[in-house]
């Protein structure tokens, strides 16, 4: 359990995966917030400024990579590391995301959630320098 | 003995005899030596079988030249015509003045001689070559020997004359087949020359070049009309002076005027000579010159000219020569320029029947063809455009005109995978066109293939959000159980019994959203494959729908929507319909309904009954049906008899342009992403299926941001077709 909780933001719009990944986290002791759409997403990295922010692409009215090319370019939010959590797993998509300054990229149905927790607390520890 | 002697010896020497000149010699002095004093021979001129002409003769006065008598022939009692008409022989005694030897007789006292005369002519035969005429002088007369042996003599030169006549003829026929054969060799070899050559200069230049073999000339020239000038080129066989080349030329002008009906004058006129050179130290100038017109198809495009230093070289069979080659030039010129249209003609209509648009230049970059479909794939309104006109059109950065240059210059392809023009996706296929002749592979332009490929991309486009869409809908709700029911094997996370409800009613949520899925796509296939299959049966429609309403009523309020159902009382009570089908629809619509209207919005479920040929709005007015059609869906105006449904949302609407496209498999799926609400748009795939194998009609009115009007028809009469 870390001493301070560190604030992770899920960016998700799929109800049950949101839901899970929350759980999940809250349950290693981390402080949860979540977004179930770009637009949402982008304020709530603003003004809560989380440590980590999970990432879906296929998302409504801002897409994710979108959402990840705008949190690069505000200065406020830069630093935060971001890690894609996506269906998607075509390369070009894959290779974007790295491109565009995502800390890490996960295929949803490729890497079960223990795998990418171990992976957040990683980035975490590192803090924010992109670790693929 | 002696004189039998003589006789035998005289035949022999006339059957050595090949020529006449020389069987006459022998012939007169044969007779001569058998002791007839004077001899003549007369023979028919080939030109006039009607006179017979002086061949030869002896003993005569040294004036009187044998070779200069001439006599006619007649009918009347002259003795040589009677000789030469009769055959036979005529002796005449002294003192007797016989009519008809004209000359003969006032050159020699003839009057004092016996006269034997003899046809020429072999024994046994019709044909007589003309007359012998023997005599004896001082009054003697012929012995009977002497006759025998003058006739028989007679009879042996007439054998020889005919043997020669036969073999001058035979010789005469050879050489002209001699003649006609190295014509022939001449001829063809022109003609597989000029073969498919279409180049009427080339042409030329192969007759003139052949031509020495025919014909015996100081130069040959051709003479072409090109627009604005005339070009003389002569090949000088001989050397002669600039004197005789320029009256030839002068002279050919004449004749190229006189045939073409032009006016040019010698500074029209560009020179190109050949062959050997001039030469100012001959001083020979232009004797004998004949020209023959060049005709390509029925039109005179020039003159070919032969001339020489040599006087009266030229006749009839020259003249006729060139005229043959002229001719054979011209026929297979003409020929092959017919051949050459009907090929264009061809080659231009299968182009033109072509799918892709086709773009030919020739190695200069001149465009040659363009089809329709090229046309309007770049939206060029001309007809017959430049190359210019062409590029222009296409994008500078794809370098056409340099890629052009390239395939022609080293004959490789270029392929432009994909670009996109006037809103069209296409691929352009560069290739050079090549020709293969005798020299080899020959590079005659380019052609430019212009694939549209809009649909391809269009429909790999829907292949690649098909994918999508499966991974969005099937592949996250699958994977989202799985991580749910991994997270509820945590005993720490079934402690907490929120954590519990909450992740077993998104499983049961995500599941029966999947299996509904599972369901949509299974129909689609059925119905792509004609086997969705309804299963009528006469079922109360009030009561689908009442049961329908009440089960979304709970949905309807957890998303804060109002709604509401009108029914029409008029509504029949029994309908033939699938039951199960019909609330697989009403789903369908109703779920979408809610899903896509704002919360504090409103739903409302309604029904009404159609009568043919009456205005369906002003039922659904009266009905008082919250209706948004307009009086042009032309769909509903020819409706039988019918049970019109209706669900009308106050939700986000539909754009006119994707009213009809929401009923097309997997369209819906791009607004779904985007609204964040989950959809594949195979939904509405199926309910389309489902009416229309009902007989019924489907659609939708819709104003965005104020709501739609989704409604379906279950016609009537297939109730009454049931029950009959």
């Keep these: ?132 | 003995m002696e004189q039998t002697r003589r006789f035998a010896k005289i035949c022999a020497s006339l059957s050595s005899a090949s020529q006449e000149e020389r069987l006459f010699d022998y012939l007169i002095e044969g007779l001569h030596d058998l002791g007839f004093s004077l001899v003549l021979v007369l023979t028919s001129t080939s030109e006039d079988d009607n006179r017979l002409q002086g061949r030869g003769g002896l003993g005569f006065e040294e004036e009187f030249s044998p070779q200069q008598v001439q006599v006619n022939i007649t009918h009347g009692e002259d003795i040589l015509s009677k000789v030469y008409l009769s055959g036979r022989l005529v002796v005449v005694p002294p003192h007797q003045s016989p009519e008809g030897l004209g000359d003969i007789k006032t050159s020699v006292r003839l009057q004092d001689y016996s006269l034997i005369l003899a046809p020429l002519s072999r024994k046994g035969s019709d044909k007589t070559y003309g007359v012998i005429l023997g005599s004896k002088k001082n009054q003697e007369e012929f012995t009977e020997e002497q006759k025998a042996f003058f006739h028989t003599i007679a009879q042996q030169a007439g054998l020889i004359l005919e043997k020669i006549h036969l073999q001058q003829n035979i010789q005469e026929r050879s050489q002209q087949l001699q003649h006609r054969i190295y014509e022939l060799t001449i001829l063809q070899e022109l003609s597989q020359r000029i073969g498919y050559e279409l180049n009427i200069e080339r042409i030329a230049t192969i007759i003139v070049n052949s031509l020495s073999k025919l014909l015996e000339f100081s130069a040959v020239s051709y003479t072409l009309v090109k627009p604005n000038r005339v070009i003389f080129s002569c090949h000088l066989e001989k050397m002669v002076n600039r004197d005789f080349v320029d009256s030839m030329k002068e002279k050919t002008l004449d004749s190229l005027n006189t045939v073409m009906g032009t006016k040019y004058e010698t500074k029209d006129v560009e020179e190109v000579l050949s062959g050997t050179i001039l030469d100012e130290t001959q001083k020979e100038p232009l004797r004998s010159f004949f020209n023959v017109p060049f005709v390509i198809n029925k039109k005179p495009v020039g003159v070919l000219t032969v001339a020489s230093t040599r006087a009266g070289l030229y006749k009839e069979d020259e003249m006729t020569i060139l005229y043959k080659i002229t001719n054979l030039a011209s026929d297979a010129v003409s020929k092959l320029q017919n051949v050459i249209e009907t090929e264009k003609g061809k080659l231009k209509d299968m182009v033109e029947s072509m799918a892709d648009g086709i773009i030919m230049v020739n190695k200069k970059l001149t465009l040659e063809v363009i089809n329709s479909q090229a046309l309007s794939l770049l939206h060029i309104k001309k007809e017959n455009p430049s190359i210019f006109e062409v590029l222009e059109v296409l994008p500078e950065n794809l370098n056409l005109r340099s890629r052009l240059e390239k395939t022609v210059k080293e004959g490789k392809s270029e392929i432009i995978d994909q670009v996109t023009i006037n809103d069209r996706v296409l691929r352009i296929l560069i290739t050079p066109a090549k020709s293969k002749t005798l020299e080899g592979e020959q590079i005659l332009g380019s052609v430019i293939l212009l694939h549209d490929i809009t649909k391809e991309k269009e429909l790999q486009q829907l292949r690649e959000e098909f994918t999508s869409m499966m991974v969005h809908e099937l592949r996250s709700p699958l994977d989202g159980i799985k991580k749910m029911s991994e997270l509820l094997l945590k005993e720490e996370t079934r402690k907490d019994e929120k954590n519990l409800n909450k992740f077993l009613n998104l499983i049961h949520k995500e599941s029966s959203e999947m299996l509904s899925l599972v369901g949509d796509l299974l129909d689609i296939a059925k119905a792509e494959a004609g086997k969705l299959t309804i299963h009528k049966k006469a079922v109360n429609i009030k009561e689908i729908l009442e049961d329908r309403y009440n089960y979304f009523l709970t949905q309807a309020s957890e998303a804060n929507l109002t709604f509401e159902k009108k029914l029409s009382p008029e509504l029949p009570e029994k309908i033939q319909a699938d039951e199960n089908r019909i609330k697989q629809v009403l789903n369908n619509l109703l779920s979408n309904a809610i899903k896509f209207t704002p919360e504090g919005g409103k739903v409302t479920l309604q029904a009404f009954t159609h009568k043919k040929d009456n205005n369906i709005n002003l039922e659904a007015k009266a009905a008082q049906i919250d209706w948004r059609l307009e009086e042009d869906h032309k769909e509903l105006t020819q409706l039988e008899d019918s049970v019109v449904i209706a669900v009308t949302d106050t939700g986000i609407g539909i754009k006119k342009e994707n009213q009809e496209k929401i009923f097309e498999k997997f369209q819906q799926f791009k607004a779904s992403v985007e609204s964040g609400k989950r959809g594949t748009g195979l939904g509405l795939a199926v309910t389309k299926e489902i009416v229309k194998a009902h007989g019924g009609q489907i659609g939708v009115a819709s104003e965005p941001n104020k709501g739609s009007t989704f409604y379906f028809t279950i016609p009537l009469k297939s109730l009454n077709e049931n029950r009959d």
């Design chain 1, 1 to 132: 359990m870390p001493e301070k909780k560190e604030k992770i933001l899920i960016i998700e719009d799929e109800e049950s995966m949101r839901e899970v990944i929350k759980t999940r986290l809250e349950q290693e002791g981390y402080q949860v917030e979540t977004a179930s759409h770009g637009k949402g997403g982008l304020e709530k990295a603003k003004t809560s400024q989380p440590d980590l922010i999970l990432l879906d692409l296929l998302l409504p009215k801002i897409g994710g990579l979108q959402v990840l090319e705008k949190l690069k370019e505000d200065a406020s939010t830069n630093q935060i590391p971001v890690v894609i959590y996506s269906q998607l797993s075509d390369q070009d998509k894959i290779d974007k995301g790295m491109k565009l300054g995502a800390a890490g990229y996960f295929v949803k149905a490729e890497s079960d959630l223990d795998g990418v927790i171990q992976s957040i607390k990683g980035y975490l520890k590192m803090g924010g320098i992109a670790g693929i």
